[in-house]
């Protein structure tokens, strides 16, 4: 079409005319508007990078290209019609599909974190939530014990976003953090040693506790299941976990959904104290 115009103008000699409806027709805002797009489409692929969701996305993409080049360029009509039924029913079946990244996504843009210019309205309720020096001593005296112990453990340390959920999967303990009763719920022959320990508000909320299951391909085959625990709950929430290794009593740290692993008492006493 602009280039019909463009054509037209040149025979009609209204040049100055064609050059305002192109300014109109394609400016600042349509490139913005596009930039933001695939912005979007860039951030989505990067919440669903590693998972199985990953080949969906690159299919919808190839459907919504097939789609639009049926539709608006060979402008067939049977077939486009066909395509516009799927596409009206599109919307819900993204949300079935992609639900758990769906959730990620809005609790990524509701987390405090990231609102920092009302930041300073959440300093009250987080104060709740930050270890004092004493809490982060116990948690990486006990960590260090079942390290050298190869004792495995799943340690979930509640942030912004709430666990309840999780929580409510568990044993309720509610009680202050301490290194032997840590070490105690995770001993071999606990009961409550499988399932992950929610700390929030500086008190040891519950043990035994199920986690989702992280679906990434990406994390190396020697991480077991508390590994990839570890990594669903910061996945879909903006909580730290601490993994101590049954196999390799190594200490490994997730957080938003990356793994830091095999570090040191020391390095888990700065992780903690940051």
Same mark, same amino acid.
């Given at each position: 079409?602009?280039?019909r115009?463009i054509?037209n103008?040149?025979k009609?000699?209204? @040049?100055?005319?064609?050059?305002?409806?192109?300014?109109?027709e394609f400016g600042?805002?349509?490139i913005?508007d596009?930039?933001l797009?695939?912005?979007?489409?860039?951030?989505?692929?990067?919440?669903?990078?590693?998972?199985?969701a990953?080949?969906?996305?690159f299919?919808?993409?190839?459907?919504?290209?097939?789609?639009?080049?049926?539709?608006f360029?060979?402008?067939m009509?049977?077939l486009?019609?066909i395509?516009?039924?799927?596409?009206?029913?599109g919307?819900?079946?993204l949300?079935?599909?992609?639900?758990?990244?769906?959730r990620?996504?809005?609790?990524?843009?509701g987390?405090r974190?990231?609102?920092?210019?009302?930041?300073?309205?959440?300093?009250?309720?987080?104060?709740?939530?930050?270890?004092?020096?004493?809490?982060?001593?116990?948690l990486?005296?006990?960590?260090?014990?079942?390290?050298?112990n190869?004792?495995?453990a799943?340690i979930?340390?509640?942030?912004?976003?709430?666990?309840s959920?999780?929580?409510?999967s568990?044993e309720?303990?509610?009680?202050?953090?301490? @290194?032997?009763?840590?070490?105690?719920?995770?001993?071999?022959? @606990?009961p409550?040693?499988?399932?992950?320990?929610?700390?929030a508000?500086q008190?040891?909320?519950?043990?035994?506790?199920i986690?989702?299951?992280?679906?990434?391909?990406h994390?190396p085959?020697?991480?077991g299941l508390?590994h990839?625990a570890?990594l669903?709950?910061?996945?879909?929430?903006?909580a730290m976990?601490i993994?101590v @290794?049954?196999?390799?009593?190594?200490?490994?740290?997730v957080?938003?959904?990356?793994l830091t692993?095999?570090?040191?008492?020391e390095?888990?006493?700065?992780?903690?104290?940051?």
């Open positions: 079409m602009i280039f115009e054509i103008s040149i009609n000699n209204h @040049s100055t005319l064609i050059l305002i409806k192109m300014g109109i600042i805002k349509d913005i596009i930039l797009v695939a912005f979007l489409m860039y951030q989505t692929f990067l919440l669903i990078r590693g998972t199985n990953v080949n969906i996305f299919g919808i993409i190839a459907f919504i290209i097939c789609w639009f080049v049926v539709s360029i060979l402008k009509e049977l486009g019609a395509f516009d039924k799927i596409i009206n029913v919307a819900i079946a949300i079935v599909i992609f639900q758990n990244e769906i990620r996504f809005f609790s990524l843009i987390s974190r990231n609102w920092r210019f009302i930041r300073w309205l959440a300093n009250k309720a987080k104060m709740a939530n930050e270890l004092k020096n004493f809490e982060v001593m116990q990486v005296l006990a960590c260090r014990n079942m390290s050298r190869k004792c495995g799943l979930v340390l509640e942030h912004n976003a709430t666990l959920e999780f929580i409510a568990g309720v303990v509610n009680a202050d953090i301490n @290194s032997r009763l840590i070490e105690s719920l995770f001993f071999k022959n @606990s409550l040693h499988d399932g992950a320990m929610i700390i508000n008190k040891i909320v519950a043990a035994g506790c986690l989702p299951v992280s679906q990434n391909q994390i085959k020697q991480m508390r990839r570890a669903g709950i910061s996945e879909r929430t903006d976990a993994v @290794s049954e196999e390799t009593g190594s200490i490994s740290i957080q938003n959904g990356k692993a095999d570090i040191s008492p390095q888990l006493e700065r992780f903690l104290s940051q």
